[in-house]
């Protein structure tokens, strides 16, 4: 897929919780396609401790409405960054960057998305691609209290949302892997994104059950296009580039143990 | 439009700008970005004679205006360079220079026999800073007896243009690249990285696997600008600059000081499109100086 750096134009930028921003992104030119699972690089210019572009992904694209959507958390001089970025201000991207989910033939199958904290953000795009396709999503969200929940709403245009807070807050308390939904019915396909542990534990109980599992992976990247050999995750055929080879995997590549 | 033309011994460059091992793949990683035959040359990732895993991950850390990475030459192999990836980037028109590392002299010669066969690579860079394994974890290129011992035996193999890389990690880096010089090298290039070191303190761990890893980037420009001023005085050869170039005015600071051509490398990171912007940026700075030709600046610093 060709690669594009594009300087792109803010149309909102709108607080989500307290950690958390979306930014909605467009261009006078027609953006090119992107796949669900596929990232930019976002170019942070205002600071030495930022010299790094930042990986962040497609939260969705609405092809008519020629926007594009990053969900990102607030965790470094970066991220805290682009929540500052107003209405008309210029963001610099090197889109679209890596492999995306690999998009079901058989229609009748049923996927499970499975995010936790801000590993939720590529899952809205790939549940409105499933939807498109006319296959209904499944989503089970998982966070820690009631406060690091994220688009509840948006996932709710897209399918049912099952949730799990650690807390108890809202939805049933306990880990996603923990969810009742996961015994009540029958999934055929799970992907999943989020923090390592959940992801593992996620990849354990969909290998148990025997579910083909495909999990996103946010390795520290430098180059974002498979030249540096930074971001590397070790799989059965030794060292990859999560940039370029990922970020998403097979569950059965990973020599993870599960 | 002045002349960009320049030369490394008797190969010709369109014109200084080249890129760095090991943060432009085989260069076809760019190619959406910048038409890689606008550019002096493309130096490939390192090849070393058998396939390398590299270090485990995380082999990346980020500093303030630089990063730090213990890549440790992950690579595939030479035959796996000659037979999958030479036939993928043999018809560009730019110089596709290999970067050859080992650590053994043996493994040196040998990879740069095999790459001394193919027609269109015109010249291979000698990376003499990974450890030789025989000398306890040393790298050759710390010492001028070493960097003599390896380049003089690449030497007898290779017949095309011989870019030596020097190490920073030394007391005196001109010693190092008389070494190279007397040895045969036709040429010398710096800096590699410099060794450094990140620290998780809510960890209290380091951050790279290794501990300890290259640094690279702005930050490390002036001390690399200071090493080529001091081995272009140093040296018959024509120096090959580079170390935290990131736009045109960078490039021509080291031409100043005695480079007669310039890498970009944890640059295209940033920017992936770097590379093209600095080939116009130093024709507009000949131009607006009227400067004919970019050897007018070669080594032109007034002092
Ligand atoms: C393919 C990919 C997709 C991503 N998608 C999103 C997304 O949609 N939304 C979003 O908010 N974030 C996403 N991330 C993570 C995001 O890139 C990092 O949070 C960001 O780079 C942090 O930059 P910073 O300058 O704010 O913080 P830094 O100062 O760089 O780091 C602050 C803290 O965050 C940790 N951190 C930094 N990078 C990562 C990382 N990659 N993974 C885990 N911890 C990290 C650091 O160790 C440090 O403790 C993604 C990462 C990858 C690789
Ligand atoms: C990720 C990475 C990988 C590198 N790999 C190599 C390599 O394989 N061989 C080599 O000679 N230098 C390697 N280098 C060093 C660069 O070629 C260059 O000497 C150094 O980064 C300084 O230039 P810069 O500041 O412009 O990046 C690597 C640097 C980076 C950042
Ligand atoms: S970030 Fe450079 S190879 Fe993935």
Known sequence: ?258 | MADLRTSIGKLELANPVMTASGTFGYGTEFADFVDLDRLGGVIVKGTTLHHREGNPYPRMAETPSGMLNAVGLQNKGVEYFCEQIYPTIKDYKTNMIVNVSGSAIEDYVATAERINALEAIPAIELNISCPNVKQGGMAFGVTAKGAAEVVSAVRKVYDKTLIVKLSPNVTDITEIARAAESAGADSVSLINTLLGMAIDAERRCPILSTVTGGMSGPAVKPIALRMVWQVAKAVQIPVVGLGGITNATDAIEFLLAGASAIEVGTANFMDPAVTGKIVDGINDYLDRHGFASVRDIIGALEI
Not at chain 1, 114 to 135: R, S
Not at chain 1, 145 to 163: A, C, D, H, R, S
Not at chain 1, 171 to 179: D, I, L, M, P, W
Not at chain 1, 233 to 258: A, Y
Request: glycine share 10%.
């Open chain 1, 1 to 258: 897929m060709k690669k594009y750096i594009l300087d792109l134009t803010i149309r909102q930028t709108v607080a989500i919780g307290k950690q958390c921003v979306l930014l909605r992104l467009t261009a006078d030119e027609q953006l090119p396609e992107m796949f669900p699972g596929q990232f930019v690089e976002v170019r942070v210019d205002h600071t030495p401790s930022v010299m790094l572009r930042r990986p962040i992904s497609i939260h969705y694209y609405n092809k008519e409405t020629n926007e594009l959507g990053l969900l990102v958390q607030l965790v470094g001089d970066g991220t805290r960054w682009m929540a500052t970025l107003k209405e008309g201000d210029m963001l610099n991207l090197v889109l679209p960057l890596g492999n995306g989910f690999t998009l079901p033939e058989d229609p009748s199958v049923r996927p499970l998305l499975i995010g936790g904290g801000v590993g939720v953000a590529p899952l809205l795009y790939l549940g409105m691609k499933l939807k498109e396709m006319g296959i209904t999503p499944t989503f089970l969200l998982g966070s820690r209290t009631e406060n690091e929940l994220m688009q509840v709403q948006e996932f709710e245009k897209v399918g049912p949302v099952y949730i799990t807070t650690e807390n108890g807050a809202v939805g049933e308390q306990g880990y996603v892997t923990q969810h009742s939904v996961l015994t009540r019915e029958q999934f055929s396909q799970v992907y999943t994104c989020g923090p390592k542990p959940m992801m593992v534990a996620v990849a354990r109980w969909a290998k148990a059950a025997d579910v083909p599992c495909e999990v996103s992976l946010e390795n520290k990247m430098a180059c974002g296009v498979g030249a540096c050999l930074c971001c590397v995750e070790d799989t059965k055929e030794g060292n990859v580039c999560v940039c370029k080879e990922g970020p998403v995997f097979s569950i059965e590549k990973l020599s993870w143990q599960i």
